[in-house]
């Protein structure tokens, strides 16, 4: 077993030691600023980048609509659980995303953005369930799976603005096994953090606990003032011969994306011991100083290899990961002045590649990295789009479902190429192509794994296409693929909901909803308003002014189309000083 903790090779290589409809009470925690950030300046290089993430539970099934943030920018995931962000203003030495969904502990990234790439991070998220109790005016000691605990001492416990609380108390914890490379999915940030002299140092976990409580009545709880709780974390076996005597206790702030160095912890039997004031997460680390490492992984031909794993361990066996973009490049911040063991996997988990690299007293740039015989089977698709004159597309796209993804890409002139991998021989998909012009599409072209797929001409004609919305301001048209629709029928409250967002170049960070007060075929004209950010086109609405003429022409049953279109002029806050456009459009959508 490995200890995690110190790198963060593109999404952050850290290491350890060895649509938001919420209905739920949500506990929120309100955390002072520590001390260590009153002189601590987060280092900035500002770059346009874009992330891709993967949020997943402890089963390793994607989650859907869970809230992410990236600065002001809001978006949910999909149904697989992705989410996009692109082209937006990131530092390249520090970028935090953050997931919040009801029934879990939120979650986060810091990971470090390459100019122009699609950087690619995965999150964890970890189920929040209070099921441990006890009275405000008693105190206990509180256990949690996997051998931690938390004594909370009598009279201790406050309501989160400061009133005070009496009554029962629900404790919803969950101990990180730092041996574990689960953990470096499910920690918030990265394993970086700010020490009590304000520098910024890496970190190597030798354990972390999520503690949140709440009163009977769902208030948000924490530790009163003056008072504190003692946590109790156990250090794993193959980790005591390594573990300090005492270590740093750190905790994580979302508002910094950082830990904060505020206690200590005594090594006592094999179990860190330390007394806390307040509750979110907190970390057992050891701190260390830290240079930005970059590479790039290519074939022997040149070609980027995407979604690889990398990994840097150090003498003491921590270790740390991070995965390659689209582009192929890792960059991250790893152990200053160290001798490292880099090892490169291909997306099946094999071994290609092991190299000692550093020490290194600077920044480095190690340059292409060529990796050959991986085990993975190549897939290449190409074809040609055309009409129903025979003459190739200029504006469209092919989707392509693969080995259980989905796939877009866009094509100019007609022409289109795209490669996959998969560690699956015997893969096979569907390719449909799309032409925007006429909102028709193709039949679906089969495709297999490991082989070069020549469809040829693909003729996207004489089949209309369905599950789109479309929208055209001052002439421009956009073309949403992916947007879906609810109708919801509930006491006093009739909606039809339109979600949309985009995916893959070019339409990441595009998020957008459309409320219509009505589930039945109707004219809804200067009733209707659009939210709607798209990043790529440089369109802003919001809600306050409704289209001037919006009908729904046809309205199914669930399973079923819903149809209609819309026209109006409406203010465009993506452009300063925000303007008036005209903006029409068009969808065609199956009820759900």
Known sequence: MKNLGFLALMMLLVFSAC?????????????????VFQN?????????????????DENQQPVADVEVRLGNFRTTTDEYGHFFYNNLAMNALGTVVTVEKDGYFEGSRRFFPIADAKNRVKIELLPKVFSESFEANTGATIDVDGGASIVFAPNSIQLEDGGSYDGEVNVAAKWMDPSSERTLDQMPGNLQGVNTQ????????????????????GEALNIAEGATATLQMPVPANMQA?????????????SHGVWAQESSATLENGVYVGEVSHFSFWNCDAPFPLIVLNFRLVDGDGFPLANYK??????NSSIGYG???ASGEISGKVPKNEELILTIFDECGNTLYTQTVGPFSMDTNLGDITITGSNINSTIITGRVIDCNGDPITDGLV???????????????????????TCDANATGEVVAINFADFEQSTGQAVQANILNDLGDVQACGQQLTEFLSLTVDGQTMLYPDAWLVAV?????????????????PVDSIWGNIEIPGITVADYSNMVNINLSDFINNWQFEEGNAFDSFEITSFGAVGEDVVGEFSGTLTNYAIQPAATVSVTGAFRLKRQ
């Open 198 to 217: 304000s520098e910024e140092v890496a970190l190597a976990t030798y354990g972390m606990i999520a503690v949140e409580l709440e009163g009977s009545n």
């Open 19 to 35: 649509r938001k409809d919420v209905d739920d009470v949500n506990t929120v925690i309100n955390q002072p600023t520590p001390p």
């Open 310 to 315: 990398s990994s840097l361990e150090r003498s």
């Open 242 to 254: 390594d573990a300090p005597n005492e270590i740093p206790l750190w905790a994580f702030y979302e």
């Open 489 to 505: 029928d509930s006491v006093g409250a009739q909606y039809t909901y339109i979600n949309f967002r985009g995916f893959n170049s």
């Open 399 to 421: 989707t392509i479902d693969f080995d259980g993804r989905s796939t877009y890409e866009y094509i100019d002139g007609g022409n289109f190429e795209v490669r996959l991998t």
């Open 40 to 56: 601590w300046i987060p280092a900035e290089s500002i770059v346009t980048s874009s992330v891709i993430g993967f949020v997943v």
């Open 323 to 325: 995965w390659s973009n």
